[in-house]
T-cell receptor, first 111, second 115 residues
């Protein structure tokens, strides 16, 4: 099954800067890759999805890239705000009916 | 906006007891899922369910676990004889369909503590 790796170290950045989070997968290239946000004690919330033949996808201050050669997706938050502080999860559908999540990267945006 | 609701938000039980976690998926969704998250760890897939049958289950979902859709709105996860290591946050999720680009909608979870 697909193994998903995200940087387990927390990312601390200053308000207004761009946050960049990394997701690497190890096996086959998924047709789609998804990003979710998880706040403490809450369920994940879907943010963005990118198709394997899309280089980049944007939604407001969010941008996702997908590099099938590197087996990597990058998730960017521009002009970050303290309200963006959360854990961000990368996910892909496994071979069956299971959406498989990475461990997530915790982002802290300080004023 | 429609949402997935889970009850109770917290459940404390003694080891060896049975627990039932309840979920009401979004009304027009057809696929249902249970995930768990042990404190500090990843969100782990347990089981997916469609048309009153399990579509897929993980190694975690052993004979102690079962799922049911007892009526047209509820979706339940039963743990027959809880163990200490079952302590976790359990999330229910649903989706409209199953396709490669399908996204999941999650509930707020039930925090299960086994003493």
């Amino acid at each position: 099954s697909q193994k998903i790796e995200q940087n387990s170290e927390a990312l601390n950045i200053q308000e207004g800067k761009t946050a960049t989070l990394t997701c690497n997968y190890t096996n086959y290239s998924p047709a789609y890759l998804q990003w979710y946000r998880q706040d403490p004690g809450r369920g994940p919330v879907f943010l963005l999805l990118i198709r394997e033949n899309e280089k980049e996808k944007r939604k407001e201050r969010l941008k996702v890239t997908f590099d099938t050669t590197l087996k990597q997706s990058l998730f960017h938050i521009t002009a970050s705000q303290p309200a963006d502080s959360a854990t961000y999860l990368c996910a892909v559908w496994d071979s069956g009916y299971a959406l498989n999540f990475g461990k997530g990267t915790s982002l802290l945006v300080t004023p | 906006e429609p949402e997935v609701t889970q009850t109770p938000s917290h459940q404390v039980t003694q080891m060896g007891q049975e627990v039932i976690l309840r979920c009401v998926p979004i009304s027009n969704h057809l696929y249902f899922y249970w995930y768990r998250q042990i404190l500090g760890q990843k969100v782990e897939f347990l089981v997916s369910f469609y048309n009153n049958e399990i579509s897929e289950k993980s190694e975690i979902f052993d004979d102690q676990f079962s799922v049911e859709r007892p009526d047209g709105s509820n979706f339940t996860l039963k743990i027959r004889s809880t163990k200490l290591e079952d302590s976790a946050m359990y999330f229910c999720a649903s989706s409209e369909a199953w396709e490669a680009n399908e996204k999941l909608f999650f509930g707020s979870g039930t925090q299960l503590s086994v003493l």
